[in-house]
């Protein structure tokens, strides 16, 4: 196993804040809730029993596993954008006797952990760590020169990462996927499906308030790594469906008129005032399809769960 640096995520982090409070409403990319404890609460968020999504989707996998090998037929490298602790890559590693493994995210200490542990499991496969914050302006053009270029290439994208995303801006990722995967390599993709919006309500609003924690943490980062002064204690997790957009949002809320320093700055929020820290797109599997289309993907296979909550589907 190896790991291998592109870039320095912190270094844009101040830049990136400051012009997301400064905007009109505020907002902060969702990929800097993945600090060590963010990263601890996500993994917390899905063990509660209102986040369906985890669960829908390891099971999908322990089902489909090797029918969904058997679909994307022989792979010399599998490359996983947002792996965390790499635990879903580890189902599929098997069934697809895939000969490397390159996961890339923002967090490293989270992905050598994780890409440690699989390096005992599994010794002969070729384990490469990358850290890299790859929803950066140059996207995965530093990852590119680094990669084999022989055999055929997987990317592997699960959860529902890729609801993070606008439609216009998943189409630009998925752009970029299409340039990582090669012109005979293939992406295989999890997203969570359109359902009523009361199930979507309770999982992004758990009853333990692990959700609440796992927003609120991303003011106490601020605080730790750009000096800020946020009092936690001063804003409400706030998580809808809004049914117009077909997405979940994120909001952390003012509960009160105040001022907050921040890297130097004074950052003005009104009572009842947002900032917006995730959207969660879901879709139809069609209206995926058509998503996947624009960016020159080829639909070959698609995937539910018995509940059919999750898909998975697998493009050339």
């Known amino acids: 196993m190896r790991l291998l640096t592109l870039g320095s995520p912190a270094d844009t982090l101040k ?15 969702p990929k800097y809730f993945y600090d060590r404890e963010g990263s601890r609460l996500f993994e917390a968020i899905c063990r509660q029993p209102e986040y369906y999504l985890t669960r829908a989707e390891t099971a999908l996998l322990l089902t489909e596993a090797d029918s969904i090998a058997r679909c994307i ?22 069934p697809l006797k895939a000969a490397a493994y390159w996961p890339v995210d923002i967090d490293g200490e989270t992905l050598l952990a994780a890409t440690g542990r699989l390096a005992d499991e599994l010794p002969a496969l070729d384990v ?14 530093p990852l590119l020169p680094h990669l084999p270029q022989n055999g055929r290439r997987l990317v592997y994208y699960p959860g529902s990462s890729i609801g993070n995303a606008g439609p216009d801006e998943a189409v630009g990722l998925l752009k970029q996927f299409r340039a990582l995967a090669g012109a005979d390599g293939g992406l295989l ?12 309500h309770a999982a992004y609003n758990d009853a333990a308030g692990v959700t609440a924690a796992f927003n609120l943490n991303l003011l ?5 790594e750009l000096g800020a002064d946020f009092r936690l204690e ?19 809320v003012s509960r009160m008129r105040q001022q907050v320093q921040v890297a130097g700055a004074t950052v003005r929020f009104e009572a009842g005032e947002s ?15 058509a998503l996947a289309a624009r960016a020159g993907f080829v639909f070959r296979q698609g995937w539910q769960d018995s509940e059919g909550l999750f898909a998975v589907q697998f493009y050339e």
């Open 275 to 289: 900032l917006h820290t995730e959207n969660s797109y879901k879709y139809a599997p069609q209206e995926f399809e």
């Open 234 to 252: 001063t804003f409400a997790h706030h998580a809808f469906y809004n049914a117009e957009d077909g997405r979940i949002e994120m909001h952390l």
């Open 220 to 224: 106490a980062r601020l605080n730790r």
């Open 189 to 200: 993709i999890g997203f969570d499906l359109k359902k009523e919006a009361t199930r979507l």
């Open 15 to 29: 830049e990136v804040v400051l012009a997301g409070l400064a905007a009109q409403p505020k907002r902060i990319p």
């Open 73 to 94: 037929g022989p792979v010399a490298l599998m490359i996983e954008p947002g792996a965390g602790c790499c635990a879903k890559a580890r189902m599929l590693l098997g």
């Open 128 to 141: 490469v760590a990358v850290q890299h914050d790859f929803t950066a302006a140059e996207g995965f053009a």
